[in-house]
């Protein structure tokens, strides 16, 4: 999937002709997997779980990716079924090191060059968006940073998460564009009317993540896949200006 951004057609990109409010995920998108920012992340939702029911390690991974697929995320499930408390959790599994995510002035550049309107739209917490942003430098490019807590606990994909982001900001769909790097949660923007685009790792990389995470690249609901999303970014803000 290498060089995905710049094989994208011109044609395709006039999609975001009249895009006025950009909308991105934050894990695995705004900054690369290879990263590995959000290992750190699993790592602890793993810890907290063995921890919470007792369980060895392996017996806790599988509780955990059972509940994050089937609730969009482990604290959804840890919820439904054991009643955790929420605060406890993101707080917990939020204490990493970000210092291994790097400023990113090209990506910046970009951002800060999109007509219209920015949002951050994460299943994490405020608190470790924040921190990711400072560090990429690109903080002060979005509008709003609409977390976990800001969509009532209720994650991606739910389609209620993304009717609460809207009538929050008044974003209007049919001029919005959404990047996410799991397929699922583009199933809905794009039902709205969104433009949607898929950041993929390159190929060099693929064998990080769950293998259902890299499901769904050629679906309907994803209009243009990417591993490169600045360069990705850099297309588009030539197709508009032409």
Known sequence: MTGAAAAAPAG???KFNGVNAWIFDLDNTL???????FQQVDRR?????ANLLNLSREDARVIQKDYYQRYGTTLRGLMQE???DPDE???Y?????HSVVKPDPRLAAAIAKLPGRRFILTNGSRAHAEKVAGRLGITSHFEEIFDIVSSDLLPKPAAATYDKFLATTGVTPE?????????????VPAALGMATVLIVPPEAAEALGEAWEREGREAAHVDFVTDDLPA????????IAR
Do not use: K
């Not at 900054?31 to 920012?37: A, D, E, I, K």
């Not at 939702?45 to 779980?49: A, E, K, W």
């Not at 001029?175 to 199933?187: I, Q, V």
């Open 89 to 91: 959790f993101l707080a």
């Open 45 to 49: 939702i793993h810890d907290y779980v």
């Open 31 to 37: 900054y690369p997997r290879s990263t590995n920012l």
């Open 232 to 239: 990705f970014l850099e297309q588009v803000l030539a197709a």
């Open 175 to 187: 001029h919005a564009a959404m990047f996410e790097d799991l397929s699922r949660n583009l199933a």
């Open 12 to 14: 395709d990109l006039a």
């Open 93 to 97: 599994v939020h204490d990493i090191d």
């Open 82 to 84: 054991h009643r955790i």
